[in-house]
């Protein structure tokens, strides 16, 4: 059951503003992706910082985010920006007990929410892991998983945070097909099978 309220992310202003950035600074295309209306969870590969900026700009509906603890308490003097812009903060791979129950509830109130399943920027061979809280959420909703997939852009360092956002870019996104998981789905079986399922879809999206 879903309870429509307003739009939880960035508002028509931020994302005006991200627009022109990612359009003239990473060179994304203008042609804007079309969302369905209602819950939606997006996953993606994760190249960089800029990657949440660059799928906001190539879709028409706001995202709100799930992103890292560690880097949403250390980046301290944007946090008002990430609270503006909808972000819950997570530990990959750990307990994440409020922050699931927090995606849960946003998703279910007719928001789309992306996260990025390998759960870190960069690694070192792409796409390989993948976390299963996509699967997990979409279990919990009965939201669609839409998979897109990022090229073009300066890969993260591990050291030079801001360097993706101040080199200038050929940034792509491109969109694979939505995946709909069945009603009633449960056990630990299921996700793996499923977070495999969605590493695939990941992976046959064309760069």
Known sequence: MTHEGEPRGANRFF????????????QL???VRVLPDGPLIMVGNHRAGVDPLLIQAAVNRPLCFLMDREYYQAIWYARWLFDACGVIPVKPGGANRYALSNAIEVIRQGNA???FPEGAANPDIPLERIFPGAVILAMETGAPILPFRITGTWPFDHVHLWH???RRGRASVRFG????????????ETIRTWTAIMKQALLDVKG
């Not at 097909?177 to 630990?188: D, Q, T, V």
């Open 177 to 188: 097909a939505p995946i709909l998981l069945p009603e009633g789905l449960s056990g630990k």
């Open 113 to 115: 929410l992306c996260l």
């Open 29 to 31: 295309a203008s042609k």
């Open 15 to 26: 994302r005006m503003l991200n627009r022109g950035y990612c359009r003239f600074w990473q």
């Open 164 to 166: 993706s956002f101040l």
